[in-house]
């Protein structure tokens, strides 16, 4: 006889009500949460995803739209990220009666062909991040208004910056408009009186006191954006972003002062060491100082030119190493640092021999080495 089998009982799930929770479909709002924070991660395609099955249930979701448009342009769809942008703006039908700011200012971005419809659309932003800030100031004791109204007075801020960039964008014929000085400076100044210290409108006033020709102008500019901020922990959320750490930088080298330069880069690259912008400000500054220690004998401030065209050297190479690794997009950058590096060939200066368990930020030693150890530097 075959072994008997045993029977086996089929037990019935049990159904209880969060059993029945947990096999609904997600809400909108947990859709558009997950997108949101994908965003945050540089997850778009999948992000893109999750706007998309909102849109599917609510084809006319604003933050959804708005959601689909981020992922389009950072994933190179400029054309459909600026038609899911235009239909969140009147007189588009499906447009809310009052846009989000955010279509407006990406909009101005998508603009860069025609300068004029970028202005319009700053200045629609502007206009509407207004009346946000207006209505944040005449509520009584709101829940978190304090913060709101701060990143409303840098939306606003940022716009206005954004204008000033077009107007003195020499690729325009803006700049040679007699009203362009005039109006860059009433674009500023109404940026300062929204937000006074913005350190952004700061860096952009000292960028129109260079134009001018103010050099002494521009430092005290940089000098009162830099004192606000050189000192906060690298954690700390009132730290600039680092495009506009990026942007001190530059004008910093535009106007010699090499160490304040270096001194941002440090603190940038111990925030992110793949950051190939600021490897090649690194390597630019050295090379300006070896230059410049050229000039004045051979040395500046006891380093030998040499030593500081092999810093140069060093930089350089690793920018361009991890250029190429991330396939960076700015070309004439990369075309810079090989003439840089050519020129140092040229020279005799040859990159600095691998050391095993060394770091490629050796030439930090001589700009720390000071008494001051808070990092203060007297920009004279």
């Known amino acids: 006889m075959g072994r008997t089998r045993p029977k086996t009982k089929k037990v019935k799930p049990v159904i209880t009500e969060n059993t029945a929770e947990s096999a609904a479909p997600p809400s909108v709002p947990a859709l558009l949460e997950k997108a949101q924070e994908l965003i945050v991660r540089c997850e778009y395609e999948l992000a893109g995803r999750f706007a998309s099955r909102v849109l599917e249930r609510e084809p006319g979701n604003v933050e959804a739209k708005e959601i689909l448009g981020v992922v389009q342009l950072e994933t190179g769809e ?76 840098r939306n606003i801020v940022r716009a206005l910056i954004g204008m000033v960039e077009i107007w003195m964008d020499p690729s325009y014929d803006l700049c040679f408009d007699p009203a362009a000085e005039k109006t860059c400076e009433d674009l500023i100044n109404l940026a300062l009186q929204t937000d006074p210290g913005n350190t952004e409108a700061l860096q952009t006033l000292a960028s129109v006191r260079m134009s001018q020709q103010r050099p002494d102008d521009a430092k005290a500019c940089l000098e009162q954006a830099w004192s606000q901020w050189k000192d906060l922990d690298l954690d700390d959320p009132k730290l600039p972003p680092i495009p506009s750490r990026l942007s001190l930088v530059k004008l910093f080298l535009e106007l010699e002062l ?85 020129k140092l060939e040229a020279l005799g200066i040859q990159p600095s021999p691998e050391k095993e368990g060394s770091d490629e930020e050796g030439g930090w030693e001589d700009i720390e080495g000071s008494d001051d150890e808070d990092g203060d530097v007297e920009m004279s």
Request: glycine letters at 4%.
């Open 258 to 342: 090499y160490t304040p330069a270096l001194l941002v880069l440090q603190g940038i690259m111990a925030t992110d060491d793949q950051e190939v912008e600021a490897w090649y400000l690194e390597g630019w500054c050295f090379y300006l100082m070896a230059e410049q220690a050229q000039e004045s004998g051979g040395k500046l401030d006891e380093l030998t030119w040499e030593d500081l065209a092999r810093d140069a050297r060093d930089c350089l190479e690793t920018c361009q190493m991890l250029h190429i690794n991330q396939e960076h997009p700015d070309k004439p950058l990369l075309e810079h640092v090989r003439e840089l590096i050519a």
């Open 78 to 153: 400029l054309e459909a990220a600026k038609q899911t942008f235009l239909s969140l703006i009147p007189p588009n039908p499906g447009a809310p009666s009052t846009p989000p700011p955010s279509a407006h200012l990406y909009l101005a971005q998508l603009s860069d062909d025609d300068p004029h419809l970028a202005l319009k659309h700053y200045q629609a932003a502007v206009d509407i991040l207004s009346a946000q800030l207006k209505g944040k100031e005449r509520a009584v004791d709101p829940v978190g208004a304090s913060d709101d109204e701060t990143e409303l007075k």
